[in-house]
């Protein structure tokens, strides 16, 4: 299990008034005045869906249906939903997606095995 989403993410010991956390990712941080209401919403209501999940990884064996459901759910309650569209909502900037995603993709990548992960990175050109 990876070591994020980190258990905290707006207490006033980690994050200054002017900024908020997009839930469930590591260290990325939105100005208020630039947030979206959405990304405003989201992070504001984090701590609340912050849950600890325990998935195992994918190894090739068993039921790639219920590993996949599990990953969406965890998402899902994370916030992080939307990052397994293919495109970006509208009402979110363009850097904070490519952020967003690539938390993702890394999040998923961390709950495959390690033969599993060799395979993908053969894929990826």
């Keep these: 299990m990876s070591d994020?989403?980190?258990e905290t993410f707006l207490d006033d010991d980690n994050v200054d008034s002017e900024t908020i956390v997009i839930p469930g990712t590591p260290d990325i941080y939105i100005e208020l005045g630039m947030a979206t209401g959405e990304e405003r919403q989201l992070a504001m209501s984090s701590k609340s869906m912050e849950t600890r999940y325990k998935i195992d990884k994918w190894t090739g064996v068993g039921n790639f249906s219920l590993w996949s459901c599990q990953m969406r759910d965890k998402l899902t309650t994370q916030g992080q939903a939307r990052s397994l569209l293919d495109e970006r909502?509208?009402?979110?900037?363009?850097d904070n997606w490519?952020?967003?995603?690539s938390w993702v993709c890394s999040?998923?990548?961390l709950h495959l095995s390690d033969k599993i992960q060799m395979q993908v990175l053969g894929l990826i050109t």
């Design 98 to 101: 490519v952020d967003l995603y």
């Design 107 to 109: 999040e998923i990548r």
């Design 4 to 6: 994020f989403p980190p």
């Design 89 to 94: 909502p509208e009402s979110m900037r363009e």
